[in-house]
C-alpha cells in the first residue's frame, strides 16, 4: 500500500476553508483573489470557502491495485487550522503545528507546518491557499446524480497526478472527490455530509497536551 496515512492523505484534497478577516494575511488573500476560476459553481464554492468555517463527514476507499483499504472519519476546518478523526486517530492542526493523538496506543507526534513549503499530502489548508498554482482546471461535466464534476490537473508538485472534485449544482458543498497519487494509487471519498458554519475561535485548533494522562509517549519532531 502506499506510504502515506489516511489520516493526513485525505484532507490533502481540498478540505477548504477561510479564516477571520482580520486574521488574514495580504498573500491569503491575494491567494483566494488569484484562485478564481471562470466557472461560477466553483467560483462560489470557494468563495464560500474564504470566510466560513466548514464540517463534513467522509468514507473513503484506496485501491493500489493489489488491496483496497476503506474507512471514514469527520472533519473541521477554519483557515490553515483543521481537526480530524478518523479510524482511531485524531489530528489537530493551528497552521503552524499539527498534533496527532493515537488514544489507542497512547502516543501523540508533534511536527511543524512549513508555510513557505508546503505539504499538500498533511496541510489541507495549504491546497486551498495555492490552489491556482497546484492545480487548473481541465474539465467539467453533469454527473448521473445532477451533481458537476471538476476534472483538475497539477501544474505544481502536489502528490497528486489527477485530481476529481464533485460538488452540488449550487455551489454549496462538496459531495465527493477522487484522485490519483504518483505511486498508483486510486482514492475515492464520498461525502455523505457537508455543511459551513460561522468562523469561530481559532484556539480550538490547538492541542492541549496537559489534558493527557502521564502515561502517554509524546514524541516532539519539530
Excluded at 493500489?64 to 477554519?78: A, H, P
Excluded at 511543524?112 to 505539504?119: K, Q, R
Excluded at 486510486?186 to 502521564?214: E, G, K, N, W
Amino acid at each position: 500500500m502506499p506510504s502515506y496515512h489516511i489520516s493526513t492523505v485525505f484532507l490533502s484534497l481540498f478540505l477548504w476553508s477561510g479564516a477571520p478577516v482580520a486574521l488574514l494575511s495580504a498573500d491569503f488573500e491575494a491567494a483566494f483573489s488569484r484562485s478564481m476560476t471562470e466557472d461560477p459553481i466553483l467560483d462560489k464554492f470557494i468563495t464560500s470557502l474564504s470566510s466560513h468555517a466548514a464540517e463534513f463527514g467522509y468514507e473513503y476507499v484506496i485501491d493500489d491495485g493489489r488491496t483496497k483499504v476503506t474507512g471514514s472519519g469527520t472533519v473541521e476546518m477554519q483557515g490553515d487550522s483543521y481537526i480530524m478523526n478518523g479510524n482511531g486517530i485524531e489530528v489537530y492542526c493551528d497552521g503552524e503545528v499539527r498534533w496527532t493523538v493515537d488514544r489507542t496506543s497512547r502516543e501523540v507526534v508533534l511536527e511543524s507546518c512549513d508555510a513557505d513549503n508546503p505539504d499538500y499530502t498533511a496541510n489541507p489548508a495549504a491546497l486551498l491557499r495555492h490552489f491556482d498554482d497546484v492545480f487548473s482546471v481541465q474539465s467539467s461535466a453533469v454527473t448521473s446524480s445532477d451533481d458537476i464534476s471538476f476534472i483538475l490537473l497539477p501544474v505544481a508538485d502536489s502528490g497528486m497526478t489527477e485530481l476529481e472534485i464533485v460538488l452540488a449544482t449550487d455551489g454549496s458543498r462538496l459531495t465527493a472527490a477522487s484522485f490519483k497519487t504518483k505511486d498508483g494509487a486510486v482514492v475515492h471519498f464520498t461525502i455523505p455530509s457537508f455543511s459551513f458554519s460561522p468562523l469561530s475561535d481559532p484556539a480550538r485548533f490547538t492541542f492541549d497536551l496537559s489534558t493527557l494522562s502521564s502515561d502517554y509517549i509524546v514524541t516532539d519532531l519539530r
